[in-house]
């Protein structure tokens, strides 16, 4: 079954410094997704991407995170000088059309920052 | 504005007994509804999706879920519990369109042997 893959699984960072999360959506799907879990709270939405722009974008998503995809695979997600609170699991997603469709979530990279 | 409760942060129930995992949700519009499951260390797996078609809604691992519009729920359900579903079930809503989804705060299934 395809599956969403991301990398690193775990990464420690010093605050201020910059981190870049990776992740490789299901090949066929069109609309992509990061969201995040801080530990203990619920899962949040953070950035919808489509057709190589931000189609949506909540209130967490200011101007230190930064979405990417760089090639016809890969998505990223950086955030430019990681704060304690951006410790969290981040997780990827991906969607054939986007609406009505479940996502496929990868495994998450859970991000401290120390 | 759209939302989901689900109304029980832990549940625990004995191996081979049935589970009931609640679930409200708040939408103005005709809303997509999921569950999904997450083990340890772990992704978000879906398990099963509402879609505007059959109100009851089969999923993986012998889960099933039905929607009710007079209640707004969609509770998860299964005939008898097994070890390996302890884990965190999520509710999740999105309204029709192209709108993130909408997380609940999770449930904590144990399962006792």
């Known amino acids: 079954e395809p599956e969403v893959t991301q990398t690193p699984s775990h990464q420690v960072t010093q605050m201020g410094q910059e981190v870049i999360l990776r992740c490789v959506p299901i090949?066929?799907?069109?609309?992509f997704y990061w969201y995040r879990q801080i530990l203990g709270q619920k899962v949040e939405f953070l950035v919808s991407?489509?057709?190589?722009?931000?189609?949506?974008k909540s209130e967490i998503f200011d101007d230190q995170f930064s979405v990417e995809r760089p090639d016809g695979s890969n998505f990223t997600l950086k955030i430019r000088s990681t704060k304690l609170e951006d410790s969290a699991m981040y997780f990827c997603?991906?969607?054939?059309?986007?609406?009505?469709?479940?996502?496929?979530f990868g495994s998450g990279t859970r991000l401290t920052v120390v | 504005a759209q939302s989901v409760t689900q109304l029980d942060s832990h549940v625990s129930v004995s191996e081979g007994t049935p589970v009931l995992l609640r679930c409200n949700y708040s939408?103005?519009?005709?809303?997509?509804l999921f569950w999904y499951v997450q083990h340890p260390n772990k992704g978000l797996q879906l398990l099963l999706k509402?879609?505007?078609?059959?109100?009851l809604v089969k999923g993986i691992n012998g889960f099933e879920a039905e929607f009710k519009k007079s209640e707004t729920s969609f509770h998860l359900t299964k005939p008898s519990a097994h070890m390996s579903d302890a884990a965190e079930y999520f509710c999740?809503?999105?309204?029709?369109?192209?709108?993130?989804?909408?997380f609940g705060k999770g449930t904590r299934l144990s399962v006792i042997a």
């Open positions: 997603a991906s969607s054939e059309q986007g609406s009505n469709y479940g996502y496929t």
């Open positions: 090949s066929n799907h069109l609309y």
């Open positions: 991407f489509y057709n190589n722009e931000i189609s949506e």
């Open positions: 939408s103005s519009y005709s809303p997509s």
């Open positions: 509402y879609t505007s078609a059959a109100t």
């Open positions: 999740v809503v999105r309204n029709s369109g192209n709108t993130p989804l909408v």
